[in-house]
């Protein structure tokens, strides 16, 4: 699978924007997708996944109620909606694929296919 992330950019804080992370290759809709952000001098953290189904979603703490992620098999586009954005969420952003299941925080290490990243820059 390959994984091709956009919609990255530099926005106030408050403000919008939607990630998309487009698949080609091998079957999409069977694997489970995850977000990932890693800001400068910090180790990647799990955002949030979604099951192969879009059945299940889960988002870590900090994101919760603001980031929404959502999926469109018959696109092969997987989304990562951010509202209300903070300066904290300065990071680089990666979508991910992983076969394996996803119930909860998720590990890089689990992943098997990565993306390569937009940069979201929030402004105070």
């Known amino acids: 699978v390959q994984l091709q992330a956009s919609g990255g950019g530099l926005v106030q804080a408050g403000d919008s924007l939607r990630l998309s992370c487009a698949a080609s290759?091998?079957?999409?809709?069977?694997?489970?997708m995850v977000w990932f952000r890693q800001a400068p001098g910090r180790e990647r953290e799990f955002v949030g996944s979604?099951?192969?189904?879009?059945?299940?979603?889960y988002y870590a703490d900090f994101v919760k109620g603001r980031f929404t992620i959502s999926r469109d098999n018959a696109k092969n586009t997987v989304y990562l909606q951010m509202n209300s954005l903070k300066p904290e969420d300065t990071a680089v952003y990666f979508c991910?694929?992983?076969?394996?299941?996803?119930?909860?925080?998720?590990?890089?290490?689990?992943?098997?296919?990565w993306g390569q990243g937009t940069q979201v820059t929030v402004s105070s």
């Open positions: 991910a694929a992983t076969s394996q299941r996803v119930d909860g925080t998720v590990h890089p290490l689990r992943i098997e296919y």
């Open positions: 290759g091998r079957t999409f809709s069977s694997y489970n």
């Open positions: 979604i099951s192969w189904s879009g059945d299940f979603i």
